[in-house]
């Protein structure tokens, strides 16, 4: 390869006979993609004088086709599309027997032949450039022969990572393409047991397809997970040190060694060279992910510059967390909306349990390790790390668009909200986040009864909004009108809502089934504002959905006396949606007055 690279430097006339080597009988891309696998081929070895010698050419071209694959097949993205298809068509063309190249196929030497002229006048070239000194002295005077190889090799290093990370593109592409067939798989399972319920011709019909599928799918992801485990990381028998006082396993970090060694000059010169990754925290569950993201977030923020591994200061200035929380927060949300001045106050106050409202009051306060994550925020059963990180993880999943438009207020506290609300008209809202329910998003609006002023919801979260989305539940409830502090509630959210059929175009049946429709009530608001549909208050009736039509058609059904409350639930994100389940949990356990109760029917 080192040819090539000292080919490159070429000039002038001896630049102009090195590109006049090139054509269509072998282009010059393939010299340049594949010139490490060229170089590497004992061309010289053969006899093209003796027939014998054939077998080896032929060898040869197989391998210049297989490399040509190969690396058209390793081309990913926007930049490598064309190239894919530039070295697969000449990949294509040395198989082809009427094609450009098809000489080499009748005759293997011919290839032998021509490549071995090319590499013959290229190392003359370089030769003749490296002996004759160009006006301004020559290359050698300018730096010496061992730091052109140095520059060789790095080149070289280069090529190989570009191949590597090509390599890791089409790896994660893989895996993507091997889940989704994996789905498909477990799709084809549940239709092989609702086979049952067919008639026997109809069974055996369908029993024979599903089986085709089943075997073609279960082959490919053999195969595949084959080629997949060839790649996987496997991290066994980690030995974890002695841990202080309260550290927990999230909080031990690790690191993983990168080494290499290249030489220069046939073993004149050898370079060993390593480097070390950033903190990595080893866990063994999903429920562990945000307190091992805390670990690493506080240390990649606040290491300093050439200190031992992993040190890292047991205090920082609240300035300097307020700074990492933000970037954090914008990244993970993935949103140009940081966070205000405001809400960093509102952070504060949390994180040290005060009550000033001045930003600069905090600004030579310190935050521990153990207040950011260790400890628990007074009455609660959480830390305000795992609290923050509910926030952008439903953010993330399921707010952004909202967070973007400002409809989102986000951190304010109860009090808070009922201050910002008490001037402002009946049926103006605001979405707060939680401060019971890590990842829940509450809402808070004002309608003045004989019972209350000021109406707090139960916490939304993350399986929540997988049912039903925000907009469609706040499009559900027709008495919250302006979203604070005085846009009309159909303006910011209705792009969002998901259309409803209209009367005049009923669902059609399918199968015999009719399909069902999901609704926000809230039918405590209801029954103290007086707001019941006439000839008594339903679950499907109580809240016209703004989406597509005025007055959409649904089943009754009666009003179901037991809510289905608790703000002090402490849900793992990362566990499966089964509403049933999460339903079943619920019930057992108390109401807390402090929530409205909400409903879906």
């Not at 013959?120 to 006006?135: D, F, G, I, M, T």
């Not at 846009?487 to 959210?493: A, H, L, N, Q, S």
Request: proline share 5%.
């Amino acid at each position: 390869m080192a040819v090539w690279i000292q080919a490159q430097q070429l000039q002038g006339e001896a630049l102009r006979q090195m590109q006049a080597l090139y054509g269509q009988h072998f282009p010059i891309e393939v010299r340049h993609y594949l010139s490490q696998w060229i170089e590497s081929q004992a061309w010289d070895s053969i006899d093209l004088d003796n027939p014998q010698e054939n077998v080896k050419a032929t060898q040869l071209l197989e391998g210049l086709i297989q490399e040509l694959q190969k690396k058209a097949d390793h081309q990913v993205g926007e930049d490598g599309f064309l190239l894919k298809i530039k070295l697969g068509h000449y990949a294509t063309q040395l198989q082809a027997s009427g094609g450009p190249w098809n000489t080499y196929d009748r005759c293997p030497m011919e290839l032998v032949r021509c490549i071995r002229h090319i590499l013959y006048h290229e190392q003359r070239l370089v030769r003749e450039a490296n002996n004759s000194p160009s006006p301004a002295g020559s290359l050698v005077d300018a730096m010496s022969q061992k730091h052109l190889q140095i520059n060789q090799t790095f080149e070289e290093l280069r090529l190989i990572t570009q191949d590597s990370e090509n390599e890791l593109k089409k790896l994660q592409q893989t895996q993507e393409y091997f889940i989704i067939q994996y789905q498909e798989n477990m799709r084809l399972q549940a239709q092989f047991s609702q086979l049952s319920q067919l008639g026997p011709q109809e069974r055996m019909s369908r029993e024979t397809t599903l089986q085709q599928k089943k075997a073609s799918l279960e082959a490919w992801l053999h195969r595949e997970a084959q080629t997949l485990q060839q790649y996987r990381v496997s991290l066994k028998r980690i030995k974890r040190s002695d841990r202080r006082g309260a550290e927990s396993v999230t909080e031990e970090k690790f690191t993983i060694l990168f080494e290499s060694q290249f030489s220069v000059g046939g073993n004149e010169l050898v370079f060993q060279v390593k480097t070390l990754s950033l903190p990595v925290v080893v866990i063994v569950h999903g429920s562990q992910d945000n307190n091992a993201t805390a670990t690493v977030l506080w240390d990649n923020a606040f290491a300093e510059p050439g200190r031992v591994p992993f040190a890292v200061p047991d205090k920082v200035q609240w300035p300097q967390l307020c700074e990492a929380l933000n970037m954090k927060f914008k990244a993970e949300v993935q949103s140009s909306r940081g966070l205000t001045k405001e809400n960093l106050v509102f952070l504060a106050q949390k994180l040290f349990n005060s009550t000033s409202s001045h930003l600069e009051d905090y600004s030579s306060t310190t935050v521990s390790w153990s207040q950011f994550n260790r400890e628990n925020l007074p009455g609660r059963n959480y830390t305000f790390w795992q609290w923050f990180d509910g926030v952008m993880e439903v953010l993330k999943k399921h707010l952004k668009p909202h967070w973007n438009d400002g409809a989102i207020l986000g951190f304010v506290n109860k009090q808070q909200a009922h201050d910002l609300l008490i001037n402002k008209p009946d049926g103006t809202f605001l979405l707060r986040f939680s401060d019971s329910e890590i990842g829940g998003i509450t809402i808070a609006w004002k309608f003045d009864s004989s019972e209350r002023m000021f109406w707090n919801l139960m916490p939304f979260t993350t399986r929540d909004f997988s049912i039903r989305s925000l907009a469609d539940r706040l499009g559900d409830l027709s008495y919250l009108i302006y979203v604070f502090p005085d846009r009309p509630k159909d303006e910011v959210f209705s792009k969002y809502y998901t259309p409803v059929l209209c009367e005049s175009t009923p669902a059609k049946a399918v199968d015999g089934y009719v399909k069902p429709q999901i609704k926000q009530v809230v039918p405590e608001f209801v029954n103290a504002s007086g707001d019941s549909a006439p000839g008594g208050a339903t679950y499907m009736d109580q809240a016209p959905s703004p989406a597509v039509c005025s007055q959409p058609h649904y089943n009754m059904y009666t009003q179901n006396p037991d809510p289905v409350l608790d703000p002090e639930g402490d849900f793992d994100l990362d566990d499966t949606m089964d509403v049933a389940r999460h339903v079943e949990e619920l019930l057992r356990r108390p109401v807390d007055s402090q929530w409205i109760p909400h409903a879906q029917s």
